[in-house]
């Protein structure tokens, strides 16, 4: 054995090996959902299925901080209607948790869908939603909990004002490939005034939701 190959060998034989890092596995998982963003060119897909949402968002990282893209979400218990844009922006990251800003801003509108509530009318206006979303990369996924805070001004019967804080528990999971899934779980406490949707007629709601997510590139 030459001196190279022998040092080589030592070398390799002193270093430890590698193991799996929690952060790594939880921070490269694509989501939506969690505090930490797509990267400068990452975008993904996200659909979620549950009560009362439905929703498909597609979001693309624009910096290594930022993302920006694009939600479709109906509430198909009360029929109301959200299309527009989404931002998160990250603003902490220590060890395994990552913090970030998130927001969406768009249209609102409401079909006046009676089955659930017999108060509900219909409507239409403009939503702004800025919250935050703390996560921790896992050895099996990422978890999250967030705090949204959507409010909506609407027009019809002189305009109102809705507002609808949401809060959520999320937990997410490589599936296959470039496939991730999971689930979340959260509520919601609806007020309104003026000519708003349930309006002086305050609403509670419980989340619950499972999430497909693919990873473009």
Known sequence: MTPLALLSALLLSAAPAETPSKM?????????????TLGDG????????GFPFLSAAYAQG???????????????????????????????????VD??????????????????????????GLQVAPGLVASIALQRGVASLSVDLPLTLTV?????????????LAFETPLYGEWSAGVRVG???????????????????????????????
Do not use: M
């Not at 990452?42 to 299925?49: D, I, K, M, N, Y």
């Open 24 to 36: 790594v596995v939880g921070q490269e998982l694509p989501s939506l959902l969690s505090g930490s």
């Open 99 to 124: 913090v970030a800003f998130r927001g969406r801003a768009g249209l609102y509108g409401d079909l006046g869908a009676q089955w659930a509530y017999e108060r509900n009318r219909s409507d239409a």
């Open 156 to 168: 019809a019967r002189g305009g109102g004002v809705g507002f609808a804080p949401r809060v959520g």
């Open 42 to 49: 990452g975008a993904l897909v996200v659909a979620t299925a």
């Open 187 to 217: 509520g919601l406490w609806q007020v309104a005034s003026g000519g708003a949707p349930f309006a002086h007629d305050p609403r509670g709601s419980v989340d619950a939701a499972a999430l497909l997510t693919y990873r473009l590139f």
């Open 62 to 96: 624009v910096s290594p901080g930022l993302d920006a893209g694009a939600q479709l979400e109906i509430d198909w218990v009360t029929s109301e209607l959200f299309a527009g844009g989404l931002l998160r922006r990250a603003l902490l990251r220590e060890g395994d």
